[in-house]
C-alpha cells in the first residue's frame, strides 16, 4: 500500500496529523512478539515525535497514529511495507490541533481469545469502542454538544450496552480530556464544560437501556458522594442513574469536608457509601484525605454502614487500590457497580 498521508501544513509546530487504520495480523502473534513489536516501535516512535495507541484483538489491529507531519509520515510507510499484517485499511486522516494521546509513544491494548495464548488485561475497550475516543474527547472539549450527541446516538444504535458504553467509551473519553487539560491543551473551563456535556449524554444513554422493571428489586440504600472540595461529578452523576435503575434508595452528597460527609452518613444510615475522586484527572494528592475521609465515615455509622466504594481515574487505572484508602472496593468502572456492591453488602451482612 502506498503512503497517502495527504497532510497540508502550514506551521510546523503547530499541525499534527492524525491517522487511524485497522489491519489482519498474518499470523498470531505470541504476547513475546508484540512486547516487541510495541517497544520497537516506542523508540521509534518517540525519536520522530509520533504518539498513539495500538489495539489488537483477536487477529485485528488496529492503530491511531498522531505526530508531525514528516515522522507520521515515516512511521506510516514502515507500517505499510511490514509483513506482519495484511489488509490495511485506513479509517480516518485528518489533522489536529493538539493531541489526544499526549504521553504515549505507543499506548497497546490487548486481548486474544485464542485459549493456547495467555490472555491479557481482560476488562480493556473492545476495539470498536475505543475507535470513537479520541473523536468523542475533541467534540466535548470542542463544546460540541450537537455532534457528541449524534455520535453517541450512533453508537447506541449499533447495540452496545449502556455498561459497555459508560465503560469503554464516556470513562475512557473522561480520561482522555484530563490528559489534554494536564498537558495544557485546553483550559479547565473547558474541561468542565466538556465533563458537563459527557455527564448529560450519558444519562441518556443510560435512561434509554434501562429495563426498569427487571431491576426494580434492590431495598438497599446508598450515598453517592464526591469526594471532599472535589469539583468533578461524572461518575457521581452516572452511578445515581445506575443505581436508581436498580432499584436502590439514593442520595447524592457534594461535601465540602470529611465532617459534613460523616454527618450525612450518620444522619441517613445507608448500607453503603460511594466516595468519588475526579475521573479525569488523576489526583495523587488527594489520596490520604480520601483515606482519612474513608476512616471518618466508618466512624460516624459503626454499625450501619456495610460497604465503602471509591473511584477516580487512578482507581479506573489502578495506580490505586482500595486497600490504598481503607475501602471495601474500588470502581475500575461505573459499569456494574450496583451488581458488585449488593454482593458486598450481602457478604458484609452473612460473613
Ligand atoms: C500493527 C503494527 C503496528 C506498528 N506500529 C509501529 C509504530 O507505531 N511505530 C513504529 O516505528 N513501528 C511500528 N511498527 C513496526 C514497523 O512496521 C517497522 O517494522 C519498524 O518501524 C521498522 O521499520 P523499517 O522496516 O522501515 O526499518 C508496527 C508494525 C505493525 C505490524
Known amino acids: ?3 497517502q498521508t495527504g497532510f497540508v501544513r502550514t506551521d510546523p509546530n503547530s499541525i499534527i496529523g492524525c491517522l487511524t487504520y485497522q489491519s489482519r495480523a498474518v499470523s498470531r502473534p505470541t504476547e513475546n512478539e508484540l512486547d516487541q513489536l510495541v517497544s520497537q516501535a516506542r523508540g521509534r516512535n518517540r525519536q520522530l515525535g509520533v504518539t498513539g495507541m495500538l489495539l489488537y484483538e483477536n487477529g485485528r489491529f488496529l492503530q491511531t497514529l498522531e505526530g508531525p507531519p514528516a515522522g507520521l509520515k515515516q512511521v506510516w510507510s514502515s507500517i505499510c511495507r511490514d509483513q506482519r499484517h495484511r489488509e490495511i485499511e485506513v479509517l480516518t486522516e485528518h ?4 493531541r489526544l ?19 491479557r488485561a481482560s476488562d480493556l475497550a473492545p476495539h470498536a469502542l475505543a475507535h470513537y475516543v479520541p473523536g468523542m474527547a475533541q467534540l466535548a472539549l470542542d463544546g460540541d454538544d450537537a455532534r457528541l450527541n449524534a455520535r453517541l446516538a450512533s453508537v447506541t444504535e449499533q447495540g452496545w450496552s449502556a455498561d459497555d458504553i459508560v465503560s469503554h467509551l464516556i470513562e475512557p473519553v473522561a480520561r482522555a480530556m484530563g490528559d489534554a487539560w494536564l498537558a495544557d491543551r485546553c483550559s479547565e473551563f473547558e474541561l468542565t464544560v466538556g465533563l458537563s456535556m459527557l455527564q448529560l449524554a450519558g444519562h ?11 431491576l426494580r428489586r434492590s431495598r438497599y440504600s446508598i450515598l453517592l458522594a464526591t469526594a471532599p ?14 443505581f436508581t435503575d436498580a432499584g436502590w434508595r439514593v442520595e447524592m452528597a457534594f461535601p465540602g469536608s470529611k465532617e459534613a460527609l460523616a ?9 453503603a457509601v460511594d466516595i468519588a475522586l475526579s475521573d479525569a484527572l488523576p489526583r495523587q494528592r488527594a489520596l490520604l484525605q480520601l483515606r482519612e475521609t474513608v476512616e471518618h465515615c466508618r466512624k460516624a455509622s459503626p454499625d450501619n454502614l456495610v460497604v465503602v466504594s471509591v473511584g477516580g481515574r487512578m482507581f479506573a487505572e489502578a495506580t490505586a487500590s482500595a486497600a490504598t484508602v481503607g475501602a471495601d472496593h474500588a470502581r475500575r468502572s461505573v459499569g456494574g457497580t450496583s451488581v ?12
Not at 489533522?95 to 493538539?98: A, F
Request: hydrophobic share 40%; with cysteine.
Open 101 to 119: 494521546f499526549s504521553d504515549w509513544d505507543l499506548l497497546l491494548y490487548s486481548r486474544d481469545e485464542d485459549p493456547r495464548r495467555t490472555s
Open 95 to 98: 489533522m489536529v490541533s493538539s
Open 263 to 271: 454527618n450525612q452518613i450518620a444522619q441517613q444510615g445507608h448500607d
Open 1 to 3: 500500500m502506498q503512503v
Open 229 to 242: 472540595g472535589e469539583p468533578h461529578m461524572l461518575s457521581t452523576a452516572m452511578l445515581a442513574d445506575q
Open 204 to 214: 441518556a444513554v443510560r435512561s434509554h437501556a434501562a429495563s426498569a422493571a427487571a
Open 340 to 351: 458488585r456492591l449488593s454482593q458486598l453488602i450481602r457478604q458484609g451482612r452473612c460473613p
